[in-house]
Nanobody, 123 residues
């Protein structure tokens, strides 16, 4: 079993910064990738940023240039530095951890979620 704990959310003014943290523990043998998603009230959950085991990174267009994802694969941890926050970034942010070896055409072995951490940006 794998446990994922995410934290770091809070209330911040527009233009401010926050840093989210996430750590996976338990039966984590190999990290496939780690990602941050967010879900605003009344909207679908959306991918914010992803870092793969090979170090490659991708961002959604809405956060490109403002958010930075970083990972510590040896310690099963991932971080999201969020700068220049705007009210539209208000959401519950979820850490997602997928496990297994990357094999083209083969899905990850495991897919785990944190409980979510709320980010509120005031105008």
């Amino acid at each position: 079993q794998v446990q994922v704990v995410d934290s770091g959310g809070g209330l911040v003014q527009s233009g401010g910064s926050l840093r989210l943290s996430c750590r996976a523990s338990g039966s984590v043998y190999v990290i496939y990738d780690m990602a941050w998603y967010r879900q605003a009230t009344g909207k679908q959950r959306e991918l914010v940023a992803r870092i793969r085991s090979d170090g490659s990174i991708s961002y959604s267009d809405t956060v490109m240039g403002r958010f930075t994802i970083s990972g510590d694969m040896d310690n099963n941890a991932v971080y999201l530095q969020m700068n220049s926050l705007v009210p539209e970034d208000t959401a519950v942010y979820y850490c997602n951890v997928r496990t297994g070896y990357y094999i083209e055409g083969v899905a990850p072995a495991g897919d785990y979620w944190g409980q979510g951490t709320r980010v509120t940006v005031s105008s």
